[in-house]
């Protein structure tokens, strides 16, 4: 089906672990967001990408890691993850209006 | 620093009311504002778009724009308790990926009926 999707949906890691949370669009979108949420902070974009290979960083980006070696896969990681990193995380791809996926939920413990 | 501020409510109103949801924004240079509807637990939903000076309506929905007061506005009548959730406004930031959006911190909606 079309659309955008993640996984895994609900993750629970230890610190210092790294973890990768997958993204993947059946729009062939240019535009690919990843935003964390927070209680009292919103939704924050963390990195962001325009096309393959060509990636920025957003409002949050330390301790992330992206890459986009396709259009349709946009997976962000958590190099050695932190308890400050629990979160729930939003990938988002965008054509003309921005369409979020289903979230992951993320707990380091 | 870039800003889109919102009421965080919550914003009580009973069935079959209008309610009426606020968001104004500091970049005068945005171009395109959004409205995305988040129920607890879901992701969120874009439900209106809006990027003329004026009124946009789409069945109980209507968003208002007005640049010159950096003004955004949500209008749900006939307000459902099925329309209980976080309304999130978000404007675009110009010359910043060409689209990427800043959001508001959101305002939650309660119908009762």
């Known amino acids: 089906d079309a659309g955008i999707t993640q996984s895994p949906r609900y993750k629970i890691t230890e610190t210092g672990r790294q973890v990768t949370l997958m993204c993947h669009q059946t729009w062939s979108h240019s535009y690919m967001f990843w935003y964390r949420q927070d209680l009292g902070h919103g939704l924050r974009l963390i990195y962001y990408s325009a096309a393959a290979d060509i990636t920025d960083k957003g409002e949050v980006p330390d301790g992330y890691v992206v890459s986009r070696s396709k259009t349709e896969n946009f997976p962000l990681t958590l190099e050695s993850a932190t308890r400050s990193q629990t979160s729930v995380y939003f990938c988002?791809?965008?054509?003309?209006?921005?369409?979020f996926g289903p979230g992951t939920r993320l707990t380091v413990t | 620093q870039k800003e889109v501020e919102q009421n965080s409510g919550p914003l009580s109103v009973p069935e079959g009311a209008i309610a009426s949801l606020n968001c104004t924004y500091s970049d005068r240079g945005s171009q395109s504002f959004f409205w995305y509807r988040q129920y607890s637990g879901k992701s969120p939903e874009l439900i209106m778009f809006?990027?003329?000076?004026g009124d946009k309506e789409d069945g109980r929905f209507t968003a208002q724009l007005n640049k010159a007061s950096q003004y955004v506005s949500l209008l749900i009548r006939d307000s459902q308790p099925s329309d209980s959730a976080t309304y999130l406004c978000a404007v675009n930031l110009p010359n910043q990926a060409g689209t990427a959006l800043i959001f508001g911190k959101g305002t939650t909606l309660s119908v009762s009926s």
């Open positions: 809006i990027y003329s000076n």
């Open positions: 988002a791809s965008k054509g003309r209006e921005q369409y």
